[in-house]
């Protein structure tokens, strides 16, 4: 796939790999059957459906009965969220200020504190355990940003919300106490242990990491009861009903074994063409300032940068004609006339959020593309 080198969106979008297409066909034609369904064709798929669950399980450290599957990160981070809160009528949540909208919508509908960041994006934990009041049912912070690249300290926030939870127990406070990843953008770059990480739940997204879009999974800690979206035949462990995307999980699991297998090599990797470019477009651009944490704080794969007087999408739409696609923001608000929330959380000012780009790089991006995108950088800005 040399001929994608030039494409720099894959936070918005991966393309798939040709092993995740491969172990699609066969669903699509001749093993069409629902797996619900008694006869033996149809047990057979319940078969490749419960091997692709452990499939994927085993990438996370868990039990195959503690995935569920969904139509996309959307879908599980709402699940998640509504599955806990509408249990809990006076719960009260904590999430941070540069979620996803999937995770921020859903929140608005529940009693909750948005938790502030630093002005490189990350969470500092004790504002975290200062937001929990006794009545906080769920935390929600996402495991990598989907704008900026930050990576946040998810063990650090487990071991402080063990803590609060003995310390609930010793004083007669029942209410539970869950924490949720969205994991969605680590998935190709970080461990993803949930014992490790000390989570109660993790989404992850099938169209992030080279598998089909509209397909994605929620890790549910044993145990842990959610209250579904979608009610009907009681499939997903009655956490999700409706017939299985057999075809869309074959691809999901295909793809999800092959990242899982070398992401340390593969974040060694991007990360280094990633320097490479942010120091290329430093020198020829000294203008422009990098958004966000620096080192291993930073998504493997993530460049943001703000170019002082430069408008975004017209800065898109000229690297788009010379065969670079980057974006402005979250492709999910693309379409939104208004600021980044997550660069406006960072202290920027609307003008700054609208002089910025977002690169993201791949599996299929080279050391000579990201050279190149930066010296066309250089010259549409020096033309501006």
């Excluded at 803590?163 to 007669?172: D, P, Y």
């Amino acid at each position: 796939m040399a001929e994608i080198s030039n494409y720099f969106d894959y936070a918005a979008a991966t393309p798939m790999l040709p092993e995740a297409i491969a172990a699609m066909q066969p669903f699509f034609a001749d093993q069409f059957y629902n797996p619900s369904a008694l006869y033996l064709d149809a047990r057979a798929n319940r078969g490749h459906l419960e091997l692709f669950r452990q499939i994927l399980a085993s990438g996370l450290g868990a039990r195959p009965t503690e995935i569920v599957f969904t139509a996309g990160g959307t879908e599980a981070n709402n699940v998640a969220i509504s599955g806990i809160m509408s249990q809990h009528a006076d719960g009260h949540m904590v999430t941070t200020a540069i979620e996803h909208d999937s995770v921020l919508e859903p929140a608005r509908e529940y009693a909750h504190t948005l938790v502030g960041v630093t002005p490189k994006g990350l969470i500092e934990e004790a504002d975290i355990i200062a937001a929990i009041t006794d009545k906080t049912v769920l935390v929600s912070v996402m495991y990598a940003n989907n704008e900026i690249g930050a990576i946040q300290p998810i063990r650090e926030i487990s071991h402080a919300i063990e803590v609060i939870r003995k310390q609930r127990k010793a004083n007669g406070n029942t209410y539970p106490l869950f924490l949720h990843t969205d994991a969605c953008q680590a998935g190709n770059y970080l461990d993803m242990q949930v014992a490790r990480l000390g989570i109660d739940l993790l989404t992850i997204n099938a169209g992030k990491v080279y598998g089909p879009k509209q397909c994605g999974a929620l890790f549910v800690r044993a145990g842990l009861k959610l209250k579904p979206l979608i009610s009907g035949g009681g499939q997903e462990w009655n956490m999700r009903s409706g017939t299985e995307n057999l075809a869309n999980i074959a691809g999901f699991t295909a793809a999800w074994s092959i990242v899982r297998h070398n992401y340390h090599d593969e974040a060694r990797r991007v990360s280094g063409f990633r320097d490479i470019c942010i120091a290329e477009l430093q020198k020829l651009v000294p203008a422009a300032t990098v958004n966000g944490p620096k080192g291993n704080r930073r998504l493997a794969n993530n460049i943001h940068i703000t170019v002082p007087a430069i408008d975004n999408e017209r800065l898109l739409m000229e690297l788009d004609e010379q065969g670079f696609q980057v974006a402005t923001g979250s492709a999910c608000s693309a379409s939104d006339d208004e600021p980044s929330h997550v660069l406006k959380a960072l202290g920027l000012s609307d003008e700054q959020a609208q002089s910025s780009i977002r690169i993201t790089l791949g599996r299929y991006s080279t050391e000579q593309s990201v050279l190149e995108l930066a010296e066309t950088i250089a010259k549409i800005v020096a033309l501006s």
